[in-house]
């Protein structure tokens, strides 16, 4: 395990309230990053825009002010980052590692281990060739979720 200030994050979506499950889990990080010296931030996954509304933001934000908790930078709007998943996806389509399939652009899962170190489970692991390349964005450009949340987290 490195010794770097942790970096958490509490991303719900605003296609409902606060709810207690999204509470406990702001709660937890929003504590165990001030206990490890980390910062805690805030995005909001808004993608879905046939369901996200702004009353859900704000009730989500107005929610974790009255637990009081703060974020240590401004929140980030997972909706104003489409350039930037297309400008990825793009990237990885120009260095060979994506390609595209009936529009959409698919990630090229490599063959043999792929491995990492976890915090919490330490060493995990598993055959790339166990794993079917995915779509990371649709036809349209849109960004699909998983992909959305790991370009946004790095």
């Keep these: 395990m490195t010794s770097t200030a942790p970096r ?4 719900p979506s ?6 207690v499950g999204g509470a406990r889990t702001a709660l937890f990080n929003w504590v165990y990053a001030r206990h490890a010296g980390g910062k805690f931030l ?9 369901r996200s509304t702004d009353e859900h933001t704000k ?11 703060d974020w240590d930078e401004e929140p980030v709007f997972q909706g104003a980052r489409v350039k930037r998943h297309q400008e990825v996806a793009d990237r990885l389509l120009a260095e060979g590692k994506a390609y595209m399939e009936d529009g959409a652009i698919r990630l090229r899962v490599p063959p043999g281990e792929i491995a990492w170190d976890d915090a919490v489970h330490e060493r995990i692991s598993f055959q790339g060739e166990d794993i079917k390349d995915f779509v ?19």
């Design 59 to 69: 009730v989500i934000l107005d929610g974790l002010n009255w637990l009081g908790l």
């Design 14 to 19: 605003p296609t409902g309230y606060l709810h």
């Design 136 to 154: 990371i964005l649709r036809a349209d450009r849109s960004p699909l979720y998983n992909f959305a949340v790991v370009v946004d987290d790095i």
């Design 42 to 50: 805030l995005r909001i996954e808004d993608t879905d825009k046939a």
């Design 8 to 11: 958490l994050r509490f991303a």
